[in-house]
């Protein structure tokens, strides 16, 4: 989805399907729904924004209009945006239940276990007032940050959450104002994701993280590299494919 963040999580059990999407793009694009269409995708249990900026819940308001939606999770917080206002207007036009969780909130769907790490409570700045979820199914769990901050991660290791995570989707598209190599640490994931858009005007994913990861030896997959990036798990194992090979390296600034 371009410089913008839009993840599916799907899982299947006793012949029902599960659906969770983690925030939908950039309000520039229209690749959510055509993916999600793609995919099979016919109604979707949760949808998570992790925060309101305008990369991050840009096609919601096309989601919530082209599919049933049992519940969306978003912050609380309020911006004066037109996208913010489209999504709020789709929301209230829908079926959808609306949740504003906070950390220590825990779910179901289906298989996967969802568990809120982030945030206690807002502090009203949208990047670090990100939901942030780790999702597991099986033995193998994944870890979402949204644009959350240093701040937010140095809350998050306070409150003596489980971090560790066998895949971590790299905080704020891999800016370096995320991603603490303590919070990398406590997280100690096996493979490192961001979402990015070829040469954007943020530098993102920035040199520190790229290097900090490659030198903890963490398999590293960029969607501006990459393309789209679909890891496969049975609970047990999981594997990655990439719709381009490539290898992400970033020079000193």
Same mark, same amino acid.
């Given at each position: 989805?371009?410089?913008?963040?839009?993840?599916?999580?799907?899982?299947?059990?006793?012949?029902?399907?599960?659906?969770?999407?983690?925030?939908?793009?950039?309000?520039?694009? $229209?690749?959510?729904?055509?993916?999600?269409?793609?995919?099979?995708?016919?109604?979707?249990?949760?949808?998570?924004?992790?925060?309101?900026?305008?990369?991050?819940?840009?096609?919601?308001?096309?989601?919530?209009?082209?599919?049933?939606?049992?519940?969306?999770?978003?912050?609380?917080?309020?911006?004066?945006?037109?996208?913010?206002?489209?999504?709020?207007?789709?929301?209230?036009?829908?079926?959808?239940?609306?949740?504003?969780?906070?950390?220590?909130?825990?779910?179901?769907?289906?298989?996967?276990?969802?568990?809120?790490?982030?945030?206690?409570?807002?502090?009203?700045?949208?990047?670090?007032?990100?939901?942030?979820?780790?999702?597991?199914?099986?033995?193998?769990?994944?870890?979402?940050?949204?644009?959350?901050?240093?701040?937010?991660?140095?809350?998050?290791?306070?409150?003596?959450?489980?971090?560790?995570?066998?895949?971590?989707?790299?905080?704020?598209?891999?800016?370096?104002?995320?991603?603490?190599?303590?919070?990398?640490?406590?997280?100690?994931?096996?493979?490192?994701?961001?979402?990015?858009?070829?040469?954007?005007?943020?530098?993102?994913?920035?040199?520190?993280?790229?290097?900090?990861?490659?030198?903890?030896?963490?398999?590293?997959?960029?969607?501006?590299?990459?393309?789209?990036?679909?890891?496969?798990?049975?609970? $047990?194992?999981?594997?990655?494919?990439?719709?381009?090979?490539?290898?992400? $390296?970033?020079?000193?600034?």
């Amino acid at each position: 989805v371009g410089q913008g963040d839009a993840t599916l999580l799907k899982a299947v059990e006793d012949g029902e399907t599960y659906t969770l999407l983690i925030d939908a793009g950039d309000w520039t694009g $229209e690749e959510v729904v055509p993916y999600l269409n793609s995919q099979s995708v016919d109604s979707i249990d949760l949808v998570i924004g992790t925060h309101i900026h305008a990369d991050h819940i840009g096609q919601l308001d096309e989601v919530l209009d082209n599919f049933p939606v049992e519940e969306v999770w978003m912050t609380g917080n309020v911006h004066t945006t037109n996208v913010f206002e489209d999504v709020v207007e789709a929301l209230e036009a829908s079926d959808a239940a609306y949740v504003e969780p906070r950390s220590g909130d825990e779910v179901a769907v289906g298989p996967l276990n969802v568990q809120v790490y982030h945030p206690s409570e807002l502090s009203g700045d949208f990047n670090n007032d990100s939901i942030s979820v780790r999702v597991t199914y099986g033995d193998v769990s994944f870890l979402f940050t949204g644009d959350a901050e240093a701040g937010a991660e140095q809350e998050m290791i306070d409150a003596g959450f489980d971090l560790n995570a066998d895949i971590f989707q790299l905080g704020h598209h891999g800016s370096s104002t995320s991603n603490t190599p303590s919070f990398i640490e406590a997280v100690s994931p096996n493979v490192a994701i961001y979402s990015a858009g070829a040469d954007n005007d943020y530098g993102h994913p920035h040199f520190e993280v790229v290097e900090f990861v490659n030198e903890a030896g963490i398999e590293l997959y960029g969607t501006d590299v990459h393309g789209t990036v679909v890891v496969e798990t049975d609970g $047990e194992e999981f594997s990655i494919e990439t719709e381009r090979e490539g290898t992400v $390296e970033k020079e000193k600034p």
